[in-house]
């Protein structure tokens, strides 16, 4: 029987948020498949799965987030498919009306909203949907492109666009790129937000340090490598399009500084190629180095101030002189609803 949604949730070692992930897919007013796919956890997340009731449980190694959501895309049979991270959650009600606007505007793609519930600093927040008329640009950067869990997608129109193991913690990244570069129909549900984003201290795939937020870097650089060496063969690169690239592609090359600069510097390059009349964005002393002395030679010149930050600290600081401050700072409040 064909469902009217398949609700298709990745896990790895996150027994602590799935639940709730399962339980807000349950409390779905229509026929919703649940799909979880345990990534080779370790913290009892496959004995739980085995007891859940009206869920699709399937287990593989440790092949990743990429493998393990086109495995479970492979197993739905829902109209519309939706991808939700198992530390996140459904907004009630929204799933069934973005259904409803799908099929009554036959749309590819079914936009929204999302909510951040905001853990580390006690608060939540409301993301709107913004208004664009180029979807391929505002996925690119030119403004908000809200978050693909928000979407609901039509499953034949992504049938042939799977999550490529190649951009790693970016593939979702790719995935709506590139669902945009096939020119969907999208409908907009702008009602409230369609599900819980939320952020928190544990352990996320998107942000990592060391070497794998370098490896992140790199994915992140070539996500907008191949979306945009394909639309310039397909005669779809236009100046608008180069720009919002930019928009996401300069505060990368001030990311991938941090550990490579020549490489920083030709990302820099890239950037006056796709956009000549690219200026700065940021504002005082930082943005006049970056406009009076080049992308080299500020970066060069912060490298050196987070060296000599480093070796003042330990030196004239102690560990409870630095550490209070953050201890004293209350939660920050953010319009909370």
């Known amino acids: 029987m064909l469902a009217d949604v398949s609700i298709i949730i990745p896990t790895y070692n996150r027994l602590w948020a799935l639940p709730r992930a399962v339980e807000s897919c349950r409390a779905l007013d229509c026929n919703a ?47 519309f498919v939706r991808f939700l991270d198992s530390d996140d959650w459904l907004v009630v009600g929204a799933t069934e009306r973005q259904i409803a606007i799908g099929r009554s505007e036959s749309a590819d793609v079914v936009v ?98 060391g070497m794998r937020a370098v490896v992140t870097n790199w994915q992140h650089l070539n996500v907008y490598k191949k979306a945009l060496t394909i639309m310039e063969a397909r005669g779809e690169l236009t100046p608008r399009r180069m720009s919002a690239a930019v928009n996401m592609l300069w505060p990368l090359a001030h990311r991938v500084a941090y550990t ?7 990302v820099a390059r890239w950037i006056y190629e796709l956009n000549p009349d690219f200026r700065p964005p940021e504002t005082g002393l930082l943005g006049l180095l970056y406009r009076q002395c080049g992308f080299r030679n500020t970066e060069r010149l912060l490298l ?31 319009g909370t609803k």
């Open 33 to 79: 498949e649940i799909i979880v796919v345990d990534d080779g956890s370790t913290d009892g997340t496959w004995d739980w799965l085995q007891k859940q009731k009206h869920v699709v449980a399937i287990r593989q190694d440790n092949w990743g987030k990429d493998c393990a959501v086109n495995k479970g895309f492979e197993r739905s049979c829902g109209e």
């Open 112 to 209: 929204a909203g999302y909510r951040v519930s905001d853990e580390i600093n006690q608060c939540e927040r409301d993301i709107a949907w913004t208004s664009c008329d180029d979807f391929i640009a505002q996925q690119l950067g030119e403004c908000d492109g809200s978050h693909y869990s928000a979407f609901l997608f039509r499953r034949s129109f992504i049938e042939n666009v799977s999550h490529r193991q190649e951009f790693g913690p970016r593939d979702d990244r790719m995935f709506i790129i590139e669902v945009a570069m096939k020119k969907p129909r999208v409908a907009v549900y702008d009602d409230r937000p369609a599900f819980v984003h939320r952020h928190h201290a544990r352990e996320r795939l998107q942000f990592g340090t």
């Open 260 to 266: 490579h600069p020549d490489d920083a510097c030709a």
């Open 304 to 334: 050196l101030r987070r060296s000599f930050m480093r070796r003042l600290q330990p030196k004239y600081v102690s560990s409870r002189q630095f550490l209070k401050p953050l201890l004293m700072r209350r939660p920050q409040r953010c």
